[in-house]
T-cell receptor
């Protein structure tokens, strides 16, 4: 049972490049989330999906798009990366109020 | 807007010591509070979840308490070990079963010295 799996673990982009962060969970959870973690700022919610086929903006959605491909998978796309998007990104799913996190993607935008 | 504060940002203690980590929040209208552990380069692991109707939760050497009226939660770690070294974060939730309105603190980095 892998839990929440994220790929890639590390990525370096140049300003303006695009990329997709992949996330999959095998716990049959309905709700999935994308967060970013920056020093001194805690975790901030980018987008979430309450169930398959639905997505909604979180606190910091600008510059990102998401796709809930099926119940297992929830991807995050950066269409035109900016240095301000340098961060650690976490995918999570939730059941009965308890969050389960992936191991994160460390993204640097130069 | 809910604000969650964890002070101190970093803490070092000798092995074997009992310790308390603090979490304070500004809006007492919470549904639950969760404590997480984060190891370097890893994701967050949920340690304890306290519902707003509860006063405390225990798991092994960990005990989390909640005082909604004063806007405070504490995480008590008994007989600390070097393996407890990690960053501990708290998160306050406003809605049931959803992370939509979950507000995280910035964490306390704990180092337990052998």
């Amino acid at each position: 049972n892998a839990g929440v799996t994220q790929t890639p673990k590390f990525q370096v982009l140049k300003t303006g490049q695009s990329m997709t962060l992949q996330c999959a969970q095998d716990m049959n959870h309905n709700s999935m989330y994308w967060y970013r973690q920056d020093p001194g700022m805690g975790l901030r919610l980018i987008y979430y999906s309450a169930s398959e086929g639905t997505t909604d903006k979180g606190e910091v959605p600008n510059g990102y798009n998401v796709s809930r491909l099926n119940k297992r998978e929830f991807s995050l796309r950066l269409e035109s990366a900016a240095p301000s998007q340098t961060s650690v990104y976490f995918c999570a799913s939730i059941v009965q109020g308890r969050l389960f996190f992936g191991s994160g993607t460390q993204l640097s935008v130069l | 807007k809910q604000e969650v504060t964890q002070i101190p940002a970093a803490l070092s203690v000798p092995e074997g010591e009992n310790l308390v980590l603090n979490c304070s929040f500004t809006d007492s209208a919470i549904y639950n509070l969760q404590w997480f552990r984060q190891d370097p380069g890893k994701g967050l692991t949920s340690l304890l979840l306290i519902q707003s109707s509860q006063r405390e939760q225990t798991s092994g050497r960990l005990n989390a308490s909640l005082d909604k009226s004063s806007g405070r939660s504490t995480l008590y770690i008994a007989a600390s070990q070097p393996g407890d070294s990690a960053t501990y974060l708290c998160a306050v939730g406003r809605t049931s079963g959803s992370a939509r309105q979950l507000t995280f603190g910035s964490g306390t980095q704990l180092t337990v010295l052998p």
